[in-house]
């Protein structure tokens, strides 16, 4: 059985710093994608950042680009988002998220939340202002 569990969320002040940390498990394969995405209250999951199975690349939507880090963790079944800059707009349920398919489309396949098979529960991320 697949479970991906995300942990590191909480509440912080606007411009703080936040760090997530999602572990997949129950994979049968070694290589597969990686993504986080979130969803604030009364709108749509939407992408946030991504790292593709062959681990060459990262993407990032525009809202955080240059304020977030997504990074492969200690373990290759682990990924991290290191958030900075943190905005209240930033408030939101994060998930992360595995796609299986090995894939070699575009930065573009990976922003939608079909091409994933499996998703964590998530953890609340809510910053004051």
């Known amino acids: 059985q697949v479970q991906l569990v995300e942990s590191g969320g909480g509440l912080v002040q606007a411009g703080g710093s936040l760090r997530l940390s999602c572990t997949a498990s129950?994979?049968?394969?070694?290589?597969?994608?990686m993504g986080w995405f979130r969803q604030a209250p009364g709108k749509e999951r939407e992408f946030v950042s991504v790292i593709p199975w062959s681990g060459r690349s990262t993407y990032y939507s525009d809202s955080v680009k240059g304020r977030f880090t997504v990074s492969t963790g200690v373990t290759r079944n682990t990924i991290d988002l290191q958030m900075s800059s943190l905005k209240p707009e930033d408030t939101a349920v994060y998930y992360c998220a595995v796609d299986t398919r090995l894939s070699s489309a575009g930065s573009d396949y990976y922003t939608h939340r079909g091409t994933y098979d499996y998703w964590g529960q998530g953890t609340q991320v809510t910053v004051s202002s």
């Open positions: 129950g994979l049968l394969s070694r290589s597969y994608t």
